[in-house]
C-alpha cells in the first residue's frame, strides 16, 4: 500500500467516526504539502534551464575569437525555445523573468521577434501565435566548423546540461561547413517545412527578361541608328576641309598629339562601358502579362533626350549626388519620392499631410545648393523647409491618419500616397488634388509603388498581404497572400511580369502579376526586410533589412550571390543605375554607398554552378551626409543619382 492508500485510508476512518475538524486539519495540510511540493518541482525545472543557458552564454562569450562568431549563434535558437518550453509546461512566471534576464543579449538582431514573443501569456499562445508556433514546428539551420562543434558537444556533456542538449536536439541542426564572420547573415536559416518550400517554389520557371518592344528599347535602336548616320556623314565630308585639317594638324604638333592620346583614353572607356552595360542589351525579351498603357509622342522625345545624354557609369565613373534634405520636420517626416528628373519631391508626414515641393519654385540655385564635391561629402544639398509661413510646397491633405509611403508616376504626373488608414490615394500633380481613395486592406499600409510603365500599381500591408491595382479601378487586381508577418516593402519587376516582396518574417518573395501565384522564396536575411531594388535587366535583386545588412540574390535560381554588412544600421533605400553596373544605398546611418555591382555578376557568370555565395560587392565610395538619416534614393534616366532624406533633430 502506497501513502497515497494510506492517506485515503485514514481521511475515510476519520470521516467514519464524525471527526470533521481532525480530517479538515489533515486535507489542509496535504493540500499544503503538495503545493510546496509543485512549487518546488517548478522551481527546479526554472533553475534547471536557467542555468544551463547561463554557463552556455558565459561559455560562449569566453571562448577563443576564432570561435566565439559561431558559437554565438547558437545562443538565440536556445534562448527562444528554453522560453516557450517553460511556457508550454505551464511555468510561466518562471518564464517570464527567464526572458527578461536574457533578452537584452539578443535586442540588436532580433528586436521584433522579441516584442512578439513578449506577448505570449499562456501556453495556447504557441499555438495562436505564427511565429511561435513556426518556430516550433521548424528547425534552426547553424552553420559551425568541425571544432566548434566538438567544444560545444564537449562542454555540454562536461556541465551535464541535459536541458540544453535536449533544446538542441530539438530545434537546431548544424551543418559542418566552416564559416567566417563575414558568412554570419547566412550561417543561421530555417529548415524544414520552410526550406523544403523554398526548394519547391524556386524551381519553378521565371521569365525575368525585359519586355519585348520597350520604350526604351525603341528609343535606343533610334539613337543607335542616329549615331551611325553621323557617323557615316563624318565620314563622306567635304576633301578641302580634311586638307585643311592637315595643313593645321602639321602646324599645332605637339599639342595635337596631347589631343590624340586624351582621344583614345576617352575611346578605351566608352568601349569599357558599352561591355559592361551590354548586360541590359543582351536580356531576353519577354511578352507582358498587363495590358500596357500607350506613350504620348511628347514623352517619347523626352525618353530619347534622356537617352541621348545619359552619362555612362562603372566603378571609375561615378554618378553626381544631388540630395534634398528636409528641415524643421520635427521628425514628423516618414518617408519621401523624387520624380524621375528630379524637378519635383515629395514627403509624407505623421500628421497625415503629403506635401509636394516643385524645385522650380524654390528660390535661386545658387542660394539652394551648396557644393561641397571635394571633402566626400554630398556634391548638390538642397534644403526643403516646412514653415508653415512661407509654404513653399502643395499640401496635399486626405488621409486621417500618418503616411508611410509616397510614389511618383514614371513622368511624374501623378503621385500615391499609403497610410494608417487602410488606404492607397491617387493624387495629380497638376491639379494638386485628390482623385481617388482605393480602399481593400484591413490594416495600415506600409508601402505603394507604381510600375516602370505607370497606370498599375502595388501596395504591401500590416494584413500580410500585397495587392496590385490599376488605377481605373478601386479594387484590387491581385491579392498576394503567403507571407507570416507584415508585408513591409514592394518593388515592381522591369517588364511588369512580377513583383517583389519584403517582409519582417525576414523573407522576400517574388509573385507572378498574373496568377497572384509565389515564384520565388528568398530566404537569408536575419531581421526584416525594409528596402528592395532589382537590376534593369531583370535578373538581379537587392535587398536591405533593419540590421544593414544588404544581399544580391540571382532571380533566375533563387540563391544569394553577394550578402554584405552594408550600413551598420537600418537600410531604407537601394537603387541601381540605368545600365545596372553601381548599386546605391541609403541608410538610417547617415550614408550613402556605391557598389560596383559588375565585379560580382562577372565572378558569378564565371562559376555558375557554386551554390555559396560566389564574391561580395566592393564598396567604391562612402559618402556621408553628416546628420540626415537617407530616406530615398533614385537614378534618373540621366544617370544622376537623386537622394532625400531628413536632417536629424538637434542638428
Not at 495562436?128 to 566548434?148: D, G, H, P, T, W
Request: proline share 3%.
Amino acid at each position: 500500500m502506497d501513502d497515497e492508500d494510506i492517506e485515503k485510508a485514514v481521511l475515510a476512518y476519520l470521516r467514519k467516526k464524525g471527526l470533521k475538524l481532525t480530517e479538515l486539519s489533515l486535507q489542509e495540510e496535504q493540500n499544503r504539502l503538495s503545493t510546496d511540493a509543485s512549487h518546488s518541482r517548478s522551481q527546479n525545472v526554472a533553475d534547471s534551464y536557467f542555468d544551463g543557458y547561463s554557463r552556455l552564454r558565459s561559455w560562449a562569450y569566453n571562448s577563443l575569437d576564432s570561435y566565439k562568431h559561431e558559437l554565438l549563434r547558437v545562443l538565440y535558437p536556445v534562448f527562444i525555445h528554453c522560453f516557450m518550453d517553460l511556457v508550454a509546461q505551464g511555468y510561466m512566471q518562471e518564464a517570464r523573468t527567464f526572458f527578461h534576464t536574457f533578452r537584452e543579449d539578443h535586442e540588436l538582431m532580433h528586436l521584433r521577434d522579441l516584442q512578439k514573443l513578449e506577448g505570449i501569456l499562456s501556453p495556447s499562445h504557441l499555438e495562436e501565435m505564427e511565429l511561435a508556433r513556426f518556430s516550433r514546428q521548424n528547425k534552426v539551420k547553424i552553420r559551425l566548423c568541425e571544432y566548434s562543434y566538438g567544444l560545444l558537444l564537449q562542454f555540454i556533456h562536461k556541465t551535464k546540461s541535459f536541458d540544453m542538449l535536449g533544446v538542441i536536439n530539438q530545434h537546431i541542426n548544424f551543418e559542418g561547413q566552416p564559416t567566417s564572420i563575414s558568412d554570419d547573415s547566412e550561417a543561421v536559416s530555417l529548415i524544414g517545412a520552410s526550406q523544403d518550400l523554398a526548394r519547391e517554389i524556386n524551381q519553378k520557371e521565371l521569365h525575368w527578361g525585359l519586355l519585348e518592344d520597350s520604350v526604351e528599347e525603341r528609343m535606343e535602336k533610334t539613337l543607335s541608328d542616329l549615331d551611325k548616320t553621323e557617323v557615316e556623314g563624318n565620314k563622306e565630308g567635304d576633301p578641302e576641309e580634311n586638307n585643311k585639317k592637315k595643313t593645321d594638324g602639321n602646324k599645332q604638333g605637339t599639342s595635337v598629339s596631347n589631343k590624340k592620346k586624351k582621344d583614345k583614353a576617352v575611346g578605351a572607356t566608352g568601349k569599357s562601358t558599352r561591355s559592361e552595360t551590354s548586360m541590359v542589351s543582351v536580356a531576353p525579351r519577354v511578352k507582358s502579362e498587363l495590358t500596357l498603357p500607350q506613350l504620348p509622342p511628347e514623352v517619347e522625345l523626352s525618353i530619347l533626350e534622356d537617352l541621348r545624354n545619359r552619362a555612362q557609369l562603372n566603378s571609375l565613373a561615378l554618378p553626381s549626388v544631388s540630395f534634398y534634405t528636409f528641415l524643421h520636420t520635427h521628425n514628423g517626416l516618414n518617408c519621401s519620392a523624387i520624380s524621375h528628373d528630379g524637378s519635383l519631391v515629395a514627403g509624407g508626414f505623421s500628421d497625415s499631410s503629403v506635401k509636394v515641393w516643385d524645385m522650380a519654385k524654390i528660390g535661386q540655385p545658387g542660394r539652394a545648393s551648396n557644393s561641397q564635391g571635394e571633402n566626400g561629402s554630398m556634391q548638390g544639398m538642397h534644403s526643403l523647409a516646412s514653415d508653415e509661413t512661407k509654404r513653399p510646397y502643395s499640401l496635399l491633405q486626405g488621409h486621417s491618419g500618418p503616411v508611410y509611403s509616397v510614389s511618383f508616376s514614371p513622368f511624374a504626373d501623378f503621385l500615391l500616397s499609403s497610410s494608417s488608414d487602410n488606404t492607397i490615394r491617387l493624387w495629380s500633380t497638376r491639379l494638386n488634388a485628390n482623385l481617388v481613395c482605393y480602399k481593400g486592406h484591413n490594416f495600415p499600409v506600409w508601402d505603394a509603388q507604381f510600375s516602370p510603365v505607370g497606370h498599375y500599381f502595388a501596395t504591401a500591408s500590416h494584413d500580410r498581404t500585397a495587392r496590385v491595382w490599376s488605377m481605373e479601378r478601386i479594387q484590387p487586381l491581385r491579392v498576394m497572400a503567403g507571407h507570416l508577418s507584415d508585408v513591409d516593402c514592394v518593388q515592381w519587376h522591369p517588364n511588369c511580369n512580377y513583383i517583389v516582396t519584403g517582409s519582417s518574417d525576414k523573407t522576400v518573395r517574388l509573385w507572378d502579376v498574373q496568377s497572384g501565384e509565389c515564384a520565388r522564396l528568398f530566404i537569408g536575411h536575419r531581421s526584416m526586410v525594409l528596402s528592395l531594388a532589382i537590376s534593369p535587366d531583370g535578373r538581379f535583386m537587392a535587398s536591405g533589412d533593419e540590421d544593414g545588412t544588404i544581399i544580391m540574390w540571382d532571380l533566375s535560381t533563387g540563391r544569394s550571390v553577394s550578402p554584405i554588412m552594408g550600413h551598420n544600421s537600418c537600410v531604407w533605400t537601394l537603387a541601381f543605375s540605368c545600365e545596372g553596373t553601381l548599386l546605391a544605398s541609403g541608410s538610417a546611418d547617415c550614408m550613402v554607398k556605391l557598389w560596383d555591382v559588375t565585379s560580382s555578376m562577372k565572378a558569378l557568370k564565371t562559376d555558375e554552378s557554386k551554390s555559396g555565395p560566389t564574391s561580395r560587392l566592393r564598396l567604391l565610395k562612402a559618402l556621408p551626409t553628416k546628420s540626415t538619416p537617407v530616406y530615398n534614393l533614385r537614378f534618373s534616366r540621366r544617370n544622376l543619382l537623386f537622394a532625400a532624406g531628413a536632417l536629424s533633430a538637434g542638428s
